[in-house]
T-cell receptor
């Protein structure tokens, strides 16, 4: 089944404890992206990647890191999480390098992160 | 910010009625997309309309785009209780997709 998977789905952690949220797609998509969703703010893009080894900042990149060593995987790293990073996180992928600017995005199920 | 406005913020209708949701934006776009989100779940793509298109249909969905007014509308005809969800418009431009804050649609049985 064609899909975007995220792990973990739920995570409660403490301030400063490094964590990684994994994202994987099995559709051979070029473009991948991370968003966070907060009440009243909609979805905001954190980082995106147009291809392997190519990543760029979105609208809210502070406090996050990403890497794209393989086409299918795009992990989101929080090296020192803080409470203001408590949010619902979504990974998405798109067939073409232009991503959502030119094509549909396919979303994962979300990761609900709580930082205490 | 490239984010525009979605209108209304919330909409409650009776099953069988039509639902109209509007989206405006500020800068030029390559395409405009509509997504649906059921409570706490991932977004599901509904329809994409390119900047050189004026209207598209998909089942009970009809989307229009007016680039001169920088606005789009999503019409859901003959609504069902299962259409209850949040709906987002998203503007595609410059390798990015920028989402609005969403419209909450409630369809009463």
């Amino acid at each position: 089944e064609a899909q975007v998977t995220q792990n973990p789905r739920y995570l409660i952690t403490v301030t400063g404890k490094k964590l990684t949220v994994t994202c994987s797609q099995n559709m051979n998509h070029e473009y991948m992206s991370w968003y966070r969703q907060d009440p009243g703010l909609g979805l905001r893009q954190i980082y995106y990647s147009m291809n392997v080894e190519v990543t760029d900042k979105g609208d809210v990149p502070e406090g996050y890191k990403v890497s794209r060593k393989e086409k299918r995987n795009f992990p989101l790293i929080l090296e020192s999480p803080s409470p203001n990073q408590t949010s619902l996180y979504f990974c998405a992928s798109s067939p073409t390098y232009g991503g959502g600017a030119r094509d549909t995005q396919y979303f994962g199920p979300g990761t609900r992160l709580t930082v205490l | 910010s490239q984010q525009g406005e979605e209108d209304p913020q919330a909409l409650s209708i009776q099953e069988g009625e039509n639902a109209t949701m509007n989206c405006s934006y500020k800068t030029s776009i390559n395409n405009l997309q509509w997504y649906r989100q059921n409570s706490g779940r991932g977004l599901v793509h509904l329809i994409l309309i390119r900047s050189n298109e004026r209207e598209k249909h998909s089942g009970r969905l009809r989307v229009t785009l007016d680039t001169s007014k920088k606005s789009s509308s999503l019409l859901i005809t003959a609504s069902r209780a299962a259409d209850t969800a949040s709906y987002f418009c998203a503007r595609g431009a410059n390798s990015k997709l920028t989402f609005g804050k969403g419209i909450t649609l409630s369809v009463r049985p």
